[in-house]
């Protein structure tokens, strides 16, 4: 009864920002775009052929390549689109979901209520997360309809990207709301979330050059250091390339043509370093992004359950 | 019969023992109350700015942690779960989310309080009625005037039927016609035999519904008691008459009276010279109207306990 009038609250709370629409109109923009497109034997259709690109990169003798549609919409649209711009915006739109709980006035009625404090801010963290649940399965959904009736490819393993996308969310989430409980301001909420993340995408990308450039391996400490790095932060972008292995998407380098040999090179591990990453256990990488964020949220309960508001 | 039973079968409602507070950078609110609250009783809570009312609600309703605190909340230790959710609360300067309804959150609030779904769908309709707020019910909050959303709130603290209802500052916010409605709601609660425990700087508000009161004063319990126990002490006493004194008004002086126009006013409680000045009276040929004895009001005994030394122990 607590836990749904908790998440209603926040569901609430999400529909009655701006924002919220607003991204809802931009997944329908995207999709929309979309169905605007067609794949012939040997081009492209924009517009429903008032623009056209030749290339035979999507068809095959057999027809539409679906692992390579699969890479443009989970590589190409949901990756930007969604897992880039729809996570900055949420974690702006959700940044004031805790300051406002604990806002002085709000906060004494709800902790007034037989309800533990841990528990409370437990349901509000899952409720704030609400929104991006359902920006995601809008987008997502949305998607997967006009690829599946527009271009006849179906792609069930698409959808696993919908929870992928909302852990990718709540490992940064978790940052915005320790910082928004304990500072009580959205500013600093979103710019140290932002931040985080660009200090797990350091992280992860510095790791990555060590596998594309194993030269870099003979600096032994410096090696170890950024695999230990990888191994405590979240792994964001190892999720994406859950999402395209279950996906069943191609690799988007196949749109690379490479032009001397040092690019081919280039390609080739990189290539290397994808199928790599892309072998990592599922189970390891979202068991320890979710121990990252078990902590995080941890220290955030006990500081919330010792403070007087 | 178990200890336990025993236990919630006292006659406090509240019984606070003890009760200290200080806050980080050593400010202490609360140095050691001790409040009593009977069952069904409306006790007021008063004292100025700082005096700690506001953190003795807090710690009931456990959104302050004591740094020391003894007693109970309905027969059972503070912050016990399940008495909580027979305590309604409406805080002092509240913000309700403006994006709900004032039905939606009269069920949030509820839902919190685990006040099952069918006892809200019925609560709900009768307490906006109560609060004259039915026709704004389904308007967002972020419409209504200050004194809707105080109505709003004092419906919330309503919503789980509550044994006991804990109210900060009620009032604020509300017309003349509004202060009268809670002031009916209180007395109705009463009648119910619910328990009101109330914060108020509105003395006079306070006067005219509380049965006990208790007066904080930096951070300890400086009165406490019935209204009657605390004004029993008479002031002074009022001679009202009708004719010319002339050279008696002397006499009278003379027996410590303040002579004014048809009035002679004595300080303190020597009844014996006021009936002697009776006797000048008439010797002075004027009819004697009334003898009033005046007693202390409670803002009267609220500036006398706040310029004088609160008692560390309370007042049992």
Redesign the interface.
Known sequence: ??F???I??SF??S??RKIFWVMLLLSSVVAAAMFCVSFQPGRVDIMFGMWTIETSAFTSADGLRADRLAAVIIDGIMDHVLGFVGIVLSVIATANFIPNFV??????????????RWRLLLYRYLGAMSFLGVQTAFFVVLTFLVAGVRWNVWLPGYLLSIPLIILLFSFLYCISALVGLITRSTITAILLTLLGWVIIAGVQSLDDMFVLYPDWQKSEAAYHTARTARWIVPKTSDMTRLAKRWGHATNFLFLVEPETTKDRELVQRAEKQEAQRAAMNPVVIIGSSLLFEVCVVLIAMFKFS?T?? | MTALAITEMTNWAVDLIDVRKTYRGRVQALKGVNIQVGRGEIFGLLGPNGAGKTTLVKIMMTVVKPTRAFGTILGRPLGHRGKLARVGYLPESHRFPGYLTGAQLLDYYAALAKVPLAKRKANAPRLLDRVSMTAWANTRIDRYSKGMIQRLGIAQALMNDPELVVLDEPTDGLDPVGRRDVRQLLLELKSKGTTVLLNSHLLSELEMVCDRVSILVDGLVARQGTLSELTERTLEYRVHFKGQVGAEGEKLRALGGHLDGDVVTFPGRDVGKVNAAIDVLRGAGVLIESVQPRKLSLEEIFVEAMTAKPNPRGAR
């Open positions: 009864m607590q749904w009038a908790i209603i609250d609430r709370e529909k009655d806002e002085r006035g709000t906060v004494d009625l709800v902790l007034s209520k037989p309800i533990p010792r007087d508001y």
